[in-house]
């Protein structure tokens, strides 16, 4: 198989470079400044230091015994992102990116944030290395996140409002790259997820990679084999691509991705975009987009605000086009179960972002069969909205 | 020829500075409202398609687009409003969407239905040149690209390549919305951009006072007015008369 993306960023016909024209020199510096520094030592060794030493990686791999007869799953390995620095593993791609930024001379960091995961990783890079922080974040996701807010702000990172649309994660990425058009000689997007313009999709894949090469590594020691099947939640997919992204290349691995199933399947209640979307562009890049007829963007629900986006990365759509992964759905109710089970018999409290994950594994069994999933960030930042939501 | 070639050709030949005015479909009574703008003075119409996440706009295209779409109106009203105008009028339409709408709808539909709907041009915001075929350019119609204070010299070459008609200069990093003052390189920059095109020039995004006409009507080819358009519009006032005080 040859290195995807292609030359001009695509993975098939997803992904590309599609906005508006001031960007397009950033995109160039970031592409070339990226593919200069992947290759230099020194940067390597100070990202892998970042990543041992304040990061905490490696994470752990955790046999997780009784949730998996819960399953009816051989053995269930949790690939723990939850325990790395802020919680989850968005700060792979936040602490690579920013270094990236400060080599490139760039004094101003901008990043959008759903669940506020994003927002938090990003501001304490940019706290760890120097850098102005300021994020984006939709009003309903800031209602629904507030202690996210607060460790935004702790940390020094300016937390901008989103009042517009359906004030979620897709108006937050629409104002952080108006504000990106604007200051873009002395600004950086960080962008958090497999998404946006090229070279982003490739860059954050990259950057989460560590994931899956951690796993099978460990698997090795802990059971001398490959797993038989990766399951990962997807939002824009940046936890799903950090864990397949070493498995792909192994067709013995049954690749699993999982939506949020929202509501329902009707418009507007889910964020499901294999089965309700069309192909289309939003923010950059040519993917599946939930969207009316007239090419409107659809609204979209999930009790999870990470999940909570109408596009998803085009390299997902590439490889769901061409049948190497399986994408799936878990609505909120299930979610919601396997958030309790996974916490009462195993004692980890999993992001909403990941129990999808485990819940479509508890209507799932796969007997016999070693399974990965990827626990890509802990659960107390849901806390407080899972005892809201239960005590109505 | 096409009419908005053919527009570009007679502000050379008489060495004026043209007026293009945006407007956005569905919100108000766009047929009338480019009749207004016709006697006013401008010299081609801007029919902004509503989009739901216009990544490139203020809050003033923003709030119009909304409002556009709140009121039902779909790519389809693109071409009723072009066809009503065509019934009395010759004035060169140019349709300014994003892609998305324009793909769903498909890119051949798209340019064969807005040719037979009498629009002339096509800007697509997000569509830089490398990522365009010929689908526009088959159909007849005049295709704009943009450019920015941040395009390298090569990135000036291939929109100038790619444009048919003309090139919109974005006057400064930034998103559309009325200001105050322009950027003070502006000038400076963008005689360094002209002299390296072979398409005539049309600068856009901020202009909204008749300083920034005196300022640039010399300068370039035409110049764009939007938001301060689209304002008058959410304000009940005449854009009309908007336009007249910056032009008139």
Known sequence: MTALPDRRGFFGEFGGRFVPETLMAALNEFESAYRRLRRDREFRRELDDVLSDFVGRPTPLTEARKFAEVCGVGRLFLKREDLN????????NAVGQALIAKRMGKTRIIAETGAGQHGVATATACALLGLQCV????????????????????????????????RTLKDAINEAIRDWVTNVRTTHYIIGSVLGPHP???????????????????????????????????????????????????????????????????????????????????HGTRS?????????????????????????????????????????????????????????????????????????????????????????????????QVAAHESR | MNRVESLFRSLRKSKRCGVIAYVTCGDGDTVRFVEELEAAGADAIELGVPFSDPIADGPVIQAASQRALMNGTTIRDLFTIARAVRERSQIPLIAFSYLNPIMRYGMDRFANDAAAAGIDGVLITDLPPESADGTFRKAGLATTFLLAPTSTGARIRAVDRASRGFVYYVSTTGVTGTRSDLDPALITRLAEVRAKLRNPIAVGFGISRREHYELLRDQCDAIVVGSALVRAIEEKRSPGEALRGIVG
């Open chain 1, 85 to 92: 620095h802020t919680g989850a593993h968005k700060i792979n």
């Open chain 1, 135 to 166: 994020v984006y974040m939709g009003e309903v996701d800031m209602a629904r996140q507030e202690l996210n807010v607060f460790r935004m702000r702790l940390l020094g990172a300016e937390v901008v409002p989103v009042s517009s649309g359906s």
């Open chain 1, 200 to 282: 982003y999709p490739m860059v954050v894949r990259d950057f989460q990679s560590v994931i899956g090469r951690e796993a099978l590594l460990q698997l090795r020691k802990k059971v001398n084999r490959l797993p038989d099947a990766g399951v990962a939640c997807v939002g824009g997919g940046s936890n799903a691509i950090g864990l397949f992204h070493e498995m792909v290349k192994h067709p013995s691995i049954r690749l699993i991705g999982v939506e949020a199933g929202g509501r329902g399947p009707g418009p507007g209640d889910h964020a499901a975009r294999f089965s309700g979307g069309a192909l289309g562009v939003l």
């Open chain 1, 288 to 384: 599946m987009v939930l969207q009316d007829e007239f090419g409107q963007i659809a609204e979209t629900h999930s009790i999870s605000a990470g999940l909570d986006y109408p596009s998803i990365g085009p390299e997902h759509a590439y490889l769901q086009s061409i049948g190497r992964i399986e994408y799936h759905d878990c609505n909120d109710g299930l979610a919601l179960e396997a958030f309790h089970r996974l916490s009462e018999m195993e004692g980890i409290i999993p992001a909403l972002e990941s129990s999808h994950a485990l819940g479509w594994l508890m209507r799932n069994p796969m007997p016999n069969a070693v399974v990965v999933v990827n626990l890509s960030g802990r659960g107390d930042k849901d806390v407080p």
